[in-house]
């Protein structure tokens, strides 16, 4: 029998996760979905809707973990790609089959759905609580430098009893290296059959590679990379590499470990059962990363095998890319501390997003002598012998804007209009932080003109 229906309210606050300042979407399920982007301090990439469904890469969509689509389809597709959970919750004599966030049964459950997003905009958090269990499951995106696509998974167990959880996680929908966007959306049938899952044994590293690049030509083309998935934390997990026994663990029905699959979609689930004592949790991760070679994978094998504390090393890592990803942005001068703290945020993301366009100034606002002079020479021979003393006469490094006086005060029109291009593209990567400020354009002429005045 159907629970009855409760209207839901979705809200935003900040919370507090792990000592770090999330926003909060609660209920998020009662509004359409939408899209959202995790960044990294490197070149990571991920778009993801909402409702889960998502697109991962490193550099470019080259390089995707996940097939690279558009935003209407990576939605629809939320059910067959990227993280997916079922649970086999045991109850007295009775077991409930629970799937995280998927319509398959949501409407005979008494469930809350929430998203959180840390403020540095490289975290993002699904929540969703079964609420007449006391359980709460989540699960995190998070990225790493040097280990890849970090998936945490939480699960807590809040009530007044110990369960025993027989849980199916993973993600689905991998792609092997080397299919590129246009292939994929031209293709994807075809680039199913040349697909090949395999698990290496001794470290249980899912290892998803094409069995041969797909060219229209009658040459040989070796697939000589791959994109890796495995995991730590896991409880004597079973392995699948593909979604094909997801309905028998629906079901109930016993499921069998794959080594080597053909033909089929890649995926990484680790099938473990749990006991969750009352009022406490249990967490394993999930990673993945792209386009890795030979040599690549044998560092990757030795080291999972020889490593005491990866886990660590792992949120180590992340934490670095946090402050360097929040460093990045206050070289942007894109921190703020006031009493509107939604603002703060929006300020934040603004100024993030325009250094992700534009970059960073190497020493602030400094201009090197050399590669000015350089930049002269280049752009026009004739302008560069004419004013060569005024060139060489310049100290070593020099501020944007003193640059701009001097060229002023030099009364050559050429040599003002070819170094005012320099200092144009900074100054408009200087006022497209400032108006994330709230400062208008207006305001920074002014003060430009004040200070040559």
Known sequence: MNKPAIEKKSELAFEELVNETFLKISNHDVLRPFFMSILSDSDHWMFISSNGGLTAGRKNAEFALFPYYTDDKITELAEITGSKTILRVRHENDVLVWEPFSI??????????????????????????????????????????????????????????????????????????????????????????????????????????????????????????????????????????????????????????????????????????????????????????????????????????????????????????TQNLEKLVSLADGLQLTNDKLQDCRSYSNVLFNIMRGGIFDNNYEIQKNDFVKYIQKANKEVFVQYKDVLNNLPTTISYTELQLQLLQSNQPDLIRLGWSICRSNLAADTATQAAHGISFLSISKTRLAERS
């Open 104 to 321: 398959r049964n949501q409407a005979n459950l008494a469930i809350e759905r929430n998203i959180y997003k840390s403020v540095i905009n490289n975290k993002l958090v699904f929540e969703e609580k079964l609420l007449d269990f006391n359980l709460v499951f989540r699960y995190c995106w998070a990225n790493s430098s040097r280990f890849g696509f970090v998936k945490t998974t939480t699960i807590t167990n809040n009530s007044e009893k110990n369960l025993t959880i027989e849980v199916l996680d993973g993600i689905q929908n991998i792609l092997p290296y080397g299919v590129g966007s246009d292939l994929q959306r031209a293709s994807s049938n075809l680039v199913d059959a040349y697909k090949r899952n395999e698990l290496e044994p001794t470290t249980n590293l899912g290892i998803f590679a094409l069995s041969a690049i797909i060219v229209d030509k009658a040459e040989p083309s070796e697939a000589l990379k791959a994109n890796v998935v495995w995991s730590v934390g896991v409880v004597n997990p079973t392995y699948l590499l593909s979604s094909l026994q997801l309905d028998k663990f629906r079901k109930g029905l016993s499921i069998n470990q794959e080594f080597d699959i053909k033909g089929e979609k890649g995926a990484y689930f680790v099938h473990q059962t749990l006991v969750i004592e009352a009022k406490n949790a249990h967490s394993w991760k999930i990673i993945a990363d792209v386009n890795k070679n030979h040599s690549q994978l044998i560092e990757l094998i030795s080291e999972l095998k020889s490593a005491q504390n990866i886990a660590e090393q792992i949120e180590e890592d992340i934490h670095i890319g």
